[in-house]
């Protein structure tokens, strides 16, 4: 069965500063998507980014930016330069193309003091 | 954003009765899914749809039925509602082939 696990509930830190979400995903499967969610205080879900299992290149968007390693099964995130803007919800998922279901960690509370 | 409109938005019931959250897309998109989001669990999946009248259960199905008669519409039914049912759910639709997900705008359910 797949897992997707982010073991940082809850992470603070000071404007400016950057911030580093881990996301560890469990899975059989050679082909999955990989997915990055931000949930800000107004409660919608914004997609952020999708990675497939067969492109390993990290990306780069803006202050964003994703590590994707399949030799340790994690996807990490990263905010650079953080804003009290980012303060949001963030939630890492998985989904497989055999069923399509997607599994979502149990997300990661990211605030921001000005 | 693919159209998904959740009805109703707010809600609080009483244990015991029926309730009915609907979801409707405009996109045509094949799959359908309704998860429930609580604290310290993230979203679970509770029923997903592949087609019209194609359901299947996820982790989180008890309490929860589902129907699909047209592609447009996704109906989630709690027959009897429950306090631990109280929680914010939320419709999903997807494009299978790019693996895209998209998300209505939640539905808040208080069971009393």
């Known amino acids: 069965a797949q897992k997707v696990t982010q073991a940082q509930t809850e992470i603070s830190v000071v404007e400016k500063e950057d911030v580093t979400l881990d996301c560890v995903y469990e899975?059989?499967?050679?082909?999955?998507?990989l997915f990055w969610y931000k949930q800000p205080p107004s409660g919608e879900l914004v997609f952020l980014i999708r990675?497939?299992?067969?492109?390993?290149q990290n990306e780069i968007s803006g202050r964003y930016s994703w590590n994707f390693q399949k030799s340790t099964s994690s996807f990490n995130f990263t905010i650079t330069a953080s804003q009290v803007v980012d303060s949001a919800v963030y939630f890492c998922a998985l989904l497989l193309p055999r069923d399509y279901k997607l599994s979502f960690g149990a997300g990661t509370t990211v605030t921001v003091r000005a | 954003d693919a159209g998904i409109t959740q009805s109703p938005r707010h809600k609080v019931t009483e244990t015991g009765t029926p309730v009915t959250l609907r979801c409707h897309q405009t996109?045509?998109?094949?799959?359908m899914y309704w998860y429930r989001q609580d604290p310290g669990h993230g979203l679970r999946l509770i029923h997903y749809?592949?087609?019209?009248?194609?359901?299947d259960k996820g982790e989180v199905s008890d309490g929860y039925s589902v129907s699909r008669s047209k592609t447009e519409d996704f109906l989630l039914t709690l027959e009897s509602a429950t306090s631990s049912q109280t929680s914010v759910y939320f419709c999903?639709?997807?494009?299978?082939?790019?693996?895209?997900?998209?998300f209505g705008p939640g539905t808040r359910l208080t069971v009393l």
């Open positions: 990675r497939n299992s067969f492109d390993e």
């Open positions: 899975t059989r499967d050679t082909t999955y998507y």
């Open positions: 749809s592949y087609g019209v009248k194609d359901t």
């Open positions: 996109e045509n998109h094949r799959y």
């Open positions: 999903a639709t997807l494009i299978a082939g790019a693996g895209e997900q998209f």
